[in-house]
């Protein structure tokens, strides 16, 4: 078994530690004779809490996982967060976000951080409303507190009227459309009409004629027949699927 996450307990008298991973879950790894660190870390003693860690190992009888190889070095700056807005503070440029992992998290919005909707016009802290659904690329401060690099918002509705929410790279185009090749290695093949709606950064895409060849677009669309859609909403830019 293979685990990614963040180290978020070290205890070497009894020579295990935990992690948590991107999902929230919790998991905790003893050490024998065996094992091996790779990366910045020589031995257990320089594994850290916060730091970004790779388990390879085992589970053993009763339940117990014995980390084989362990690879770890500094969490990275940057972080991705996904939930629904609950609070939105005007005054202090805030918001607050109930994450998909249970917790609650406050960020910092200044005159940088980009905002973007998926088929609803937010272009800044006064367009987002509470229970919008929403992605953040965000960065810890000195002080602990997050700053919003960028924010992507939707609606829940927005979420469930489409017969295909679909994440990939554009593989070709032509007159009539395009086809992305999926992140779960499906290939789709959208048909655009005059309803088909385009967003992206500074509106540099605003019509087929703008799509290209290797861009990576996140399309709503709308089944017309067997295995043919019609794309309703294509955001393009380097999106994760909702």
Known sequence: MRKVGIVTQVDQQAEIFSIRTPKGRAFTFSLDENIRFCGQLPDLGDL???????VAGRRLKGGTLLAVVVAAREAPAFSRHM??????????????????NGE?????????????????DVQSLDDLQVDMVVK????????????????????KES??????????????VDAQGFSVQARNGEQYDFQVTAET?????????AALEDLQVGMKVLVGAEQVGDGNYQAQVVIIGALRNW
Request: glycine residues 8%.
């Open 48 to 54: 850290q809490i916060g730091m970004s860690t790779l």
């Open 83 to 100: 939930g629904i807005v609950t609070s939105i503070d005007a005054a202090t440029n805030t918001f607050g976000l109930h994450a998909r």
């Open 104 to 120: 609650q998290l406050i960020f910092k919005v200044d005159e940088e951080t980009r905002f973007q909707g998926f088929d609803v």
């Open 136 to 155: 953040v690329l965000a960065k810890k401060q000195e002080d602990g507190s997050f700053l919003a690099i960028n924010v992507s918002a939707t609606t």
């Open 159 to 172: 979420l469930e009227q489409y017969d295909l929410r679909t994440v990939g790279q554009i593989i070709a």
């Open 197 to 205: 709606r385009f967003r992206s950064l500074q509106n540099r895409v």
